[in-house]
């Protein structure tokens, strides 16, 4: 069974599998730079992933994915960096303030009904 944010991680990234997503991921935790490129993330992906130019256009393309979301940031053209250490922390605080969003209560409207008198 697959994990629900790696499936939905992968619905913007159709040539790479949820398990290849997840070992993008593992790089990306793994890399101890203040700046990655594309390569410094290669050399943690196996072969099978890493020789093949579709595939590494499409790495390129889920990292545009999390500077979207926030994950990572990209100080220039060809750099990314972390905002936090692992996805998982990042996205803690964010499923926190999920959950306190859906605990508020509900405020209906009241129907404003407006009389003219002519």
């Given at each position: 069974?697959?994990?629900?944010?790696?499936k939905?991680?992968?619905?913007?990234?159709?040539?790479?599998?949820?398990?290849?997503?997840?070992q993008?991921?593992?790089?990306?935790?793994?890399?101890?730079?203040?700046?990655?490129?594309?390569?410094?993330?290669?050399?943690?992906?196996?072969?099978?992933?890493?020789?093949?130019?579709?595939?590494?256009?499409?790495?390129?393309?889920?990292?545009?994915?999390?500077?979207?979301?926030?994950?990572?940031?990209?100080?220039?053209?060809?750099?990314?960096?972390?905002?936090?250490?692992?996805?998982?922390?990042?996205?803690?605080?964010?499923?926190?303030?999920?959950?306190?969003?859906?605990?508020?209560?509900?405020?209906?409207?009241?129907?404003?009904?407006?009389?003219?008198?002519?």
């Open positions: 069974m697959s994990h629900p944010i790696i939905m991680l992968s619905w913007k990234t159709r040539l790479l599998s949820e398990e290849e997503i997840i993008i991921l593992a790089a990306i935790a793994n890399i101890n730079l203040n700046e990655f490129m594309l390569k410094d993330i290669i050399n943690f992906l196996p072969e099978k992933i890493s020789n093949d130019k579709r595939k590494r256009r499409s790495i390129s393309s889920f990292l545009e994915t999390l500077v979207e979301i926030g994950y990572l940031k990209k100080p220039s053209e060809r750099k990314w960096s972390k905002v936090t250490s692992s996805l998982s922390h990042f996205l803690s605080p964010l499923l926190l303030e999920l959950s306190e969003l859906e605990r508020k209560p509900i405020k209906k409207e009241e129907e404003k009904r407006v009389i003219k008198f002519s």
